[in-house]
């Protein structure tokens, strides 16, 4: 389902980063993040409330 937050999720295993892009075109790298959380994320209906309520504030990040 489409968001009106996020335009793009991408993961790597190997290295637990998730990436997402904002509709803004801001991108932003979240590190150390499980798999799961990246597959519930994906599956979320609401992916903006997903990302506030369980990424944000929890792994670290930087902008990429």
Sequence with gaps: ???T???RITYEPETL???ITYNSGA???YKEVPEIV???LRASLIK???LQHFIK????YEKC
Excluded: N, T
């Design 17 to 19: 980063l998730l990436r």
């Design 48 to 50: 903006g409330r997903y």
């Design 38 to 40: 990246y597959k519930e």
């Design 5 to 7: 937050v996020i335009s």
């Design 27 to 29: 991108c932003y790298c």
């Design 57 to 60: 504030g929890k792994y670290a």
């Design 1 to 3: 389902m489409p968001s």
